[in-house]
């Protein structure tokens, strides 16, 4: 069985992302409001139900914000870390709450998930990658810099968000402050354009077949550099940045003759099939 994955939402605006199979399908983050995941689900012809846990990668806002309102309304199960909760200033139902530990893998339906610990400026911030018999979908956002469980778990994607969050001459030259620069690039902020590269370059497999690139800056880095610097080293990876300004293309995984992004007919008249 194949997985499909897509982008919701990918920015300091807000994230969330899909990976499911025919039979369950989980999110990683809900940075937007429970209104626009269900439409953004909706614009995918995907239903709410097929939902059946949102695991949390760390307390940030843009990764929190829609969770109290998504995973109350609909009864869905919050995998989240007890110093990640800690931090949030939210209310969750104890009933909906559950724990995970670095590379304890955790089921849901026929998916099997695995997080691992990465560095940021969280209180217990988590990658994850969600497999289903040798497939493998990695979710790798916020990290400050790659680290050995991030190689060794890319080695092993078929397909993978990464950040390439900030071009390093735009953040240099550009009007943030001294210390949110130090903090982007201090190690525990953010992956830059030229690392995210390095670690696509050296460490892909040879089963890798998407990259999605995310959680780009809206001022220190653009789109379009971002595509072409990685689409010229593609080897035949195919290439796309997540928007952050709404759904991206629904992909899958698993099934040799379906490569392509698949879409519905109301979905591809409605959607920006480009880049940006």
């Not at 995941?37 to 829609?66: M, P, T, W």
């Not at 724990?99 to 691992?116: K, M």
């Not at 379009?224 to 300004?245: I, K, M």
């Not at 008249?269 to 480009?274: F, P």
């Amino acid at each position: 069985m194949s997985l499909q994955f897509a982008s919701l939402n990918s920015g300091s605006n807000g994230n969330c992302y899909y990976v499911g199979n025919n039979d369950s399908a989980v999110l990683v983050d809900a940075g937007i409001s429970c209104r626009e995941i269900e439409k953004r689900l909706k614009q995918l012809e995907l239903s709410i139900n097929k939902i059946k846990a949102v695991f949390i990668s760390h307390e940030h806002s843009d990764h929190v914000k829609g969770l109290a309102v998504l995973t109350n309304k609909h009864r869905i199960p919050v995998y989240i870390t007890e110093p990640t909760i800690k931090r949030c200033n939210f209310w969750l139902e104890n009933e909906l709450i559950n724990t995970f530990l670095h590379h304890q893998a955790v089921d849901i339906g026929s998916l099997n998930i695995i997080p691992f610990s990465k560095h940021h400026d969280a209180a217990d911030p988590y990658s994850f990658v969600i497999h289903h018999n040798d497939i493998h979908v990695g979710v790798f956002t916020d990290i400050g810099t790659v680290c050995e469980n991030t190689i060794h778990h890319f080695k092993n994607c078929n397909a993978v968000f990464l950040e390439s969050n900030y071009d390093v001459e735009m953040l240099e030259n550009g009007n943030y402050p001294y210390h949110l620069k130090r903090r982007i690039r201090g190690g525990k902020g953010h992956l830059s354009n030229k690392e995210a590269l390095e670690l696509f370059i050296n460490h892909r497999s040879d089963k890798l077949s998407h990259l999605l690139l995310s959680h780009l800056s809206e001022h220190n880095n653009h789109p379009e550099l971002v595509y072409n610097l990685f689409n010229e080293v593609s080897n035949g990876v195919h290439v796309e940045v997540a928007s952050r300004h709404g759904v991206g293309s629904m992909y899958e995984v698993g099934t040799p003759k379906k490569q392509e992004p698949f879409l519905s007919n109301a979905r591809e008249n409605s959607a920006q099939m480009t880049l940006f």
